[in-house]
Structures are given as structure tokens and as C-alpha cells.
């Protein structure tokens, strides 16, 4: 019987990616284990290994292809003995199921069927029809996303009034934003309010036409979004849409710091490589910074912290992510137990992270998950900037140049090199005075910095 292949989800979160290379051909044998494929992800390409032998019969989805649907066919292998062209040609009906399964989760909920694709979505001005509600509704409840029943009751939409587009009927989230557009399927007002005056309609962003048309004609040249350029871009709506930021800002003097991590790594021991010798560590700025942080979300565990509608997620450890820039885009690869780490051991693991990051060879256990972020845009001359907490974080740390700054001390200017560092923190789970605590922690560390290394 021909064996299916189908697109791996190689993370939690991913909904497709790019066939990037074929590392077989049609007619080869493989077996369990072999690199068969790479994958990129909108963070990494990854290395896809067979789970089964066989002969490869037919490669379904050529190498180079973008925007391929997790569970969709890319290839049949022929069993042992079995006839390779039947093979080919018998296969690909495994891959059905996968796809009817999509829906389940709200991100996916917009991959319906085709035949549902197809079908515009309708509003209906007035009750739908007993058919049709009996469709839609499980018990006394729409059957529906709960995506669609938020952004429903945010905008005070009828969800019984909503004809769905998604498989047997459900509303999805095009469903509910077409009534919102259409300005039908208004929910009754509750019996006894006083009558009010409509709520203006949200606006609706420029279409691409429309942007294009603000621009001379042939004064641009449009590149295509990548699959790493829409998930920063998703991420950071949904972040600033459905989180509420507030921040607060500290300076920080360096000069102790500085003195102590050029005291550190001049005292670093020389190894020997193919390259010669050279220092076993190398502290930076960032490295400090970093352990700082992990510290002072151990000095004060309830800002260490994730938010969900059920539970306060209290973290056990600080897993903090730093932003690394790469072409395209960015990502946050993650210091595991950062407030038991060593300087030194921080350092040499976030140089590995970075190279690979750059490389987009990251695993996505490395940067998935975390329980912080830092971003530091110092070195470009930045003296301050307020970061977009990356979900399920509810902190980040923006981090600010170094300068030297005049200061007041014991009634005498002097001058410092001082750092200013602006804490993000979702408000649902960090209040005022705990995100100053928090930053107030990470100034200690940073002006008292021998305490890092005890």
C-alpha cells in the first residue's frame, strides 16, 4: 500500500512553510531516519527525517515551493515489493483527513475546505432559518470558533444571526468580520437600556490598491512578504491589540560594570582552536544584562510571570529571551535557567545561539517559550525606546546606549556612564509597583555588578 508523506509541523504554532530542497529523488530507497527534505519555517529550516522505508514512487510538491499547508501531501513512497508507478499513482488519499482536521484550532479556522472558500460569506439581516440555525448551533451556543465569539462580543454581533462558512456550518472569523463591515447581525440591546447613539464603525485599512496609488508608478518595486515577515507582523498586532502595555523607565550607571567585565576578561584563560588561541569567554554588555535580568525576576517572582484567562502562569525559573536580528526579520533565542548560569557560560551559550539564529538553525525549543525578553539596540546609538511584549511574556527589557551623562552626587556634578532601560509590562498580570520593583532589581544588579558573580 503507498505510504503518504505529508508537511511536518516542525513547531507548535506552524501553519506552513517552504519546501525548500528535495534531498532525494524519485527511484531512491530511504529508510527510517534518513534526511529526506528541508523545511523552512518562518524562524529556521529544518532537516524532515523518514518515518517509514520504502522507494520514493513520486515527489508531489517540488522543491522551491512556498506557503505549504501543514498535513499536505508532498510525496508517496512505495512500500517493500511493492510496485512503484502503481504506487504513484494510488496515492495521496491519506492526506484528506489532515486537512478536514485544520479547523480545529482558531488560527486555522480560515482553512476550510475549498468548496466552502468558494461560498462568499452571507449575513443575514433577520434570524436565520430553522435549517440553518440548527446547523450553527450546539445546544443553545453557535457553533462556532471562539475567535469568532470574541471578536463577536466585542463588536456586539449576533453570532445566531451569522451564516458560517466553515466546515457544517461553523462561523469563523471572516464570517464575523464581514457582518462587522456589513453592518448586519447586530446583537439586541439588553431589555431596559437606554438607547444610545451607534458606535462608529472601526476603520479598515488601505487596500493595497489603494496605498499603490499614492506612489508615481514605476517609483517602487514590490517585494513579497515572507513567511518570517507575517509572523512578526501577526505577532505584533495581536500583541498590542489584546495586551495592555505600560512602561517605566530607569537609568542605570555603568562604570562598575565596566570595570568589572574588563577585569573579567583579562583575566580569561586561552584555549587552543584551529584558529590558535584564543580566550575562553568574552563577556559583553548584553551578557551582563541578561543575567541581570534573570536575577532580578528571581528577586521578585510575582513579576515572573505569564497571563492566561484561567491561571497566572508563575514561572520556577527566568527563561530569558534576547532579540537577535537576522535578514528579514528578528528572533529570540533563549537563555534556559539564566539565573543559574555563569557569566561566562551565558556568553559563550548566547554566541552559539546567535550564529545559528543567523543561520536559521535554531530548533524551535530554543526559542519558543521563555518567560522575559531583552532587546538592546544600545550599540546602534539608541538612548531609549519602549519594546512590544512578545506573548506569553508579560515583561521585556528595552536597553538603551551607554553614555556618559552628567550627574548629581552629594551636591557635586560628576560625570557617569549611564544606561536608560524601559520595562514593558502587560498590566493583567504586573501592576505598577511590582514592575518597579522589578526594574528597580535589575538597576541594583546592574550598578552593584559583583553580586552577579556570587
Known sequence: ????????????????????????????????????????????????????????????????????????????LAGEGEDVAAAA????????????????????????????????????????????SAAAKTGDRPFSSPLARRIAKDAGIDLGAVTGSGPHGRVIKKDVEAAISGGGAKAAPVAGAAPSAAAPAAPKPMSDDAVLKLFEQGSYELVPHDGMRKTIAKRLLEAKSTVPHFYLTVDCELDALLAL?????????????????VPAYKLSVNDMIIKAMALALRDVPEANVSWTEANMVKHKHSDVGVAVSIPGGLITPIIRKAEEKTLSAISNEMKDLAKRARDRKLKP????????????????????????????????????????RAVVK????????????????????????LGAELAQAFKRHIENPMGMLV
Open 1 to 76: 500500500m503507498p505510504i503518504n508523506i505529508t508537511m511536518p509541523a516542525l513547531s507548535p504554532t506552524m501553519e506552513e512553510g517552504n519546501l525548500a530542497k528535495w534531498l532525494v529523488k524519485e527511484g531512491d530507497k530511504v529508510t527510517s531516519g534518513d534526511v529526506i527534505a528541508e523545511i523552512e519555517t518562518d524562524k529556521a529550516t529544518m532537516e524532515v527525517e523518514a518515518v517509514d522505508e520504502g522507494t520514493v514512487a513520486k515527489i508531489v510538491v517540488p522543491a522551491g515551493t512556498e506557503g505549504v499547508k501543514v498535513n499536505a501531501l508532498i510525496a508517496i
Open 89 to 132: 499513482k494510488g496515492g495521496g488519499d491519506a492526506a484528506a483527513p489532515a486537512k478536514a482536521e485544520a479547523p480545529k484550532e482558531d488560527k486555522k479556522a480560515d482553512a476550510a475546505p475549498e468548496a466552502a472558500k468558494a461560498e462568499a460569506p452571507q449575513v443575514a439581516a433577520a434570524p436565520a432559518p430553522a435549517a440553518a
Open 261 to 277: 567585565r574588563a577585569q573579567i576578561n583579562a583575566a580569561s584563560p586561552m584555549r587552543k582552536t584551529e584558529k590558535g588561541d
Open 365 to 404: 525549543e530554543e526559542y519558543q517559550g521563555g518567560t522575559t525578553a531583552v532587546s538592546n539596540l544600545g550599540m546602534f546609538g539608541v538612548k531609549d525606546f519602549a519594546a512590544i511584549i512578545n506573548p506569553p511574556h508579560a515583561t521585556i527589557l528595552a536597553i538603551g546606549a551607554g553614555e556618559e
Open 410 to 433: 552629594k551636591g557635586e556634578i560628576k560625570v557617569a556612564t549611564v544606561m536608560s532601560v524601559t520595562l514593558s509590562t502587560d498590566h493583567r498580570a504586573v501592576d505598577g509597583a
